[in-house]
């Protein structure tokens, strides 16, 4: 370059002098060649200007422009490492100071390359036109390398996180809430998956906002289990459930706004409070349901009715905790419908008996007693009608029908097989 700046003075001085010796020369032969001349010396130096320009000016645009798309390239990433960090800090409550002071050299070597970032990036050209490649190389060597230290450090306390959560989920399992099951599930295959996970912190981020995405699903339906246990302790129990009301809406305000932390420690408290008020409720529930599936036994005519019944005896026999009070209403529900249907069926079976004995038209000594009839179906419509609403009443009167249904069905039995022998 500085031969070229000595170079193009002495081209333009050497085409001036012959240019004028030229003028002087051919003065005397021709006005065309003189005209030439002229036109020529201008020329050349215009074009002497234009290679000028192109060979320095441009040159040195393009360079100062790849260098200021290099410097910004950096910047973004430090931007956006940052970023990450900061998310795991308020989502997560994982430190990374460390990591952000050592990115701090970073933003320093930045600003000696002329590109300022504090929440936004400006570049100073006049800085950018003095930087070299060598020192926007050790800017990268020097992020890179604090990157490769520090994220193996970040993956460590994530993954320690992650453990963190999978343990509080499963203390909520064991305090009551049992539909999760498939996230605690969800959440160490993650955890196991995680030996593949490339340490980079945007891999980590992606990671860890999968992690949080079934931890969130867990809580949503922990809030909807406490929040159909909360109704059962105010109707079945009897209860003030109030203060229980008003938890259950902080954690789900804490949900919203992705405070797991908080959730969960206020989930587990409800759960915890929700079964001390239950446990009176569901002792009782359980012995009534028992009670009544010894009488629906009884009177079970098909083996087919005696499994399904059974059934339902283990069904409600796995329900041991209070909080499981729903799980059990809906076997409850299940043995109620059953119980009903059972009776029904002895109540018909009835009438196919007494059907019989009227057939044979037996005499009042031999059969003396009233034929039931269809209008006694209606103490089955009764049963239908308290049912949902108080099973200790539905299983009072529910023994005295079946007792009064199974004896007159032996007795008809009975009488049915006599008269048949003595005609």
Known sequence: MKGYKIFVPLALLALIVIGVVLLFALVPYSDLAITIILIFIPAAIGVSFLVRYLVTVRKRSIKERVMERDILE??????????????????YAVSTKEFRNDLEKVKEGLFELGCEVNGKIRIDRAKVRKVVYSDVEWVIKMFEGIKDRQEVVLYS???DKCRDYLESIKELENAGYENIRSKIEGIESRIRRSEGVEVDSLELSMFMNGVASILEEALRICLRDAQDLEVEGRESAKADT????TDIKIAEHSIEHGNNENALKVLKSVIERLTGVLRD????YKAHTLELIDVVAEISGTEEDKKEVEEIRKNIETCILPSQMQKLRGFGDALISKS???LEAVYNRIFEVEGEILKE???TEVYPVEYWTKDKLGEIEELRSISASDIGKFIHRYRLL??????????DSERLKDIKVNL
């Open 242 to 245: 109030a203060r229980i009301r």
């Open 74 to 91: 950096i910047a973004n990433r430090y931007a956006e490492q940052m970023r990450i960090l900061y998310d795991f800090e308020d989502k």
């Open 340 to 342: 009903i249907t059972a």
């Open 361 to 363: 038209n037996p005499a």
């Open 281 to 284: 409720a569901f002792e009782s």
């Open 157 to 159: 306390r994530l993954i």
């Open 402 to 411: 079946a007792s009064d249904a199974q004896s007159r069905l032996m007795y």
